[in-house]
């Protein structure tokens, strides 16, 4: 049971990592285009 919670948790964990990734890398690209207009 401790190894399957284990491996949910590891899953849970690099789906929300790759979650936050996408986010910072949208971010950094609309201020990338914001940048440019100006």
Avoid: D, P
Avoid at 17 to 27: A, D, F, P, R
Wanted: overall charge positive; charged content about 15%.
């Amino acid at each position: 049971i401790g190894a399957v919670n284990l491996t949910i948790l590891h899953n849970f964990l690099h789906i929300l990592l790759h979650q936050i990734n996408l986010k910072s890398t949208t971010v950094e690209y609309r201020g990338e285009n914001a940048a440019r207009i100006k």
